[in-house]
Nanobody
Framework: QVQLAESGGGLVQAGGSLRLSCTASGRTFSTHSMGWFRQAPGKERAFVGYISFNGRTYYADDVKGRFTISRDNTKITAYLQMNSLSTDDTAVYYC?????????????????WGQGTQVTVSS
């Protein structure tokens, strides 16, 4: 059973940066992809971005150019670097893992989820 653990959330001022990490324990080597979603209060869970097994990344329009997803060489840890944060980025951020080398913006096709980490951006 794959378990995801996120870290790095917290409080930051608008214009600042944060880096989230997500480590997939219990995963044997396989061609999987990793992604990030977020959920703001009173809103649906929204796609942020993903990194495919081959390293290809894809982002939601509202974070493109500000957020960057990467992964380490073992491919069991993914990172979400968030720059130029605004109050609109305040949300619980969830890491996701999929038993497929291709990522997806559809949250329903992801197989494993972390518990989420709170990111709060103050004005």
């Amino acid at each position: 059973q794959v378990q995801l653990a996120e870290s790095g959330g917290g409080l930051v001022q608008a214009g600042g940066s944060l880096r989230l990490s997500c480590t997939a324990s219990g995963r044997t080597f396989s061609t999987h992809s990793m992604g990030w979603f977020r959920q703001a209060p009173g809103k649906e869970r929204a796609f942020v971005g993903y990194i495919s097994f081959n390293g290809r990344t894809y982002y939601a329009d509202d974070v493109k150019g500000r957020f960057t997803i990467s992964r380490d060489n073992t491919k069991i840890t993914a990172y979400l670097q968030m720059n130029s944060l605004s109050t609109d980025d305040t949300a619980v951020y969830y890491c996701a893992d999929r038993n497929d080398p291709r990522g997806s913006s559809d949250y329903s096709v992801w197989d494993y989820w972390g518990q989420g980490t709170q990111v709060t951006v103050s004005s």
